[in-house]
């Protein structure tokens, strides 16, 4: 409800600090109930089907936001400014609805037969205790997940927010022309959202992240020299969607086998306080550096390139393991047949 009144006031607001006062409203309220939900993935499913359902969700979330610009675009021109705000509010009272009537959470936790023996930190609260535990923690798995995650939301949000001045500035394109090719990524992400998470049930969710992590490495160097029109921006874009799907999906997945079952909404708080601040600093810094090489909106690849190496190096780090309790469970199973 906090958000839903912050978002329908947005366009009643007659000034510029008003507009400002209603956004940090509807955005303090999305972040009480983020969070929360998202939780649900841990609390819901089991540790084995926690990709594969974090694939639907980035694919239901992704669907959304494209059906969103297209309705809104429609409903705007029909019924003014207002028209949005009213329908996106409508549609947030329907999921609140959803969420009371269907959404039965568990008595008692599915578990991870992962968890770290003898974990008795469930009453742990706040950003920096959670914190000093991760770092307190003798496997220090969930650390570089986290570090890794933070290189690549830095590294990707960087190129991300560039696309389409890259496209303009450097390939040419036309400014309307280059908004609609830049979607291809998110289009071609949604397309692998649920392989994805089938794909990390057959290698393990750490294998898959770092083959997904090297081959955008290999694919944001390569931009670097070989991008030079229409053609080649648009297969890698196909490229960047398919394979950025591979670590994207299945990285909260990997925070939560790292984590203590008893804190999964802790977990999900720590994820999106690495991955939110590189959505900042990461479009930031490579503000910073478009501006000091003359506006060379290319040598964002190349930053893109050393953060996703830098991810590929903390995920080294990282175990994995929920796919080796699996491999064992399955040899004694074989064994015992």
Known sequence: ????????????????????????????????????VVSW???????????????????MGGAAGVLSYVLGGLIFNAFGRSGPFIAGAIAMIVALAAVLIWVKEPKERLGNH????????????????????VF???????????????????GFNAIETGLSSFAVFDLGIKPGTASIVASVANLSFLAFCIPSGILAGKL????????????????????FFLVKG?????????????????????????????????????????YYFFSQTAAVLGPTLGGVLVENT??????????GTIFMFLAFLSMLKVRDRAHEAKLKLDAEANASS
């Open 1 to 36: 409800p906090i958000a839903l009144v912050g978002f329908i006031s947005i366009p009643l607001a007659k000034s510029v600090i008003a507009v400002a006062v209603f956004i940090l409203v509807t955005n303090l309220g999305m972040a009480l109930f983020r969070s929360p």
């Open 41 to 59: 993935l841990g609390d819901l499913f089991k540790p084995e089907q926690r990709s594969k359902a974090n694939g639907v969700i980035n694919l």
């Open 114 to 133: 992962n968890e770290p023996a003898g974990s008795k930190d469930e009453s742990i609260k706040g950003l920096i205790p959670n914190l000093k535990a």
């Open 136 to 154: 307190a923690n003798k496997d220090k798995s969930a650390l570089f997940i986290l570090l890794a995650i933070f290189c690549w939301f830095t």
């Open 204 to 223: 393990g969710r750490r294998k898959t992240i770092i083959y997904g992590v090297l081959a955008l490495t290999a694919i944001f160097l390569v931009s």
């Open 230 to 270: 229409l053609i080649s921006f648009i297969i890698i874009l196909v490229l960047v969607g398919f394979f950025w799907s591979w670590v994207n999906v299945n990285s909260l997945p990997l925070v939560y086998d790292h984590g203590d079952e008893k804190r999964i909404g802790a977990y999900t708080g720590l």
């Open 294 to 303: 003359n506006y060379n909106y290319k040598g964002l690849f190349i930053f």
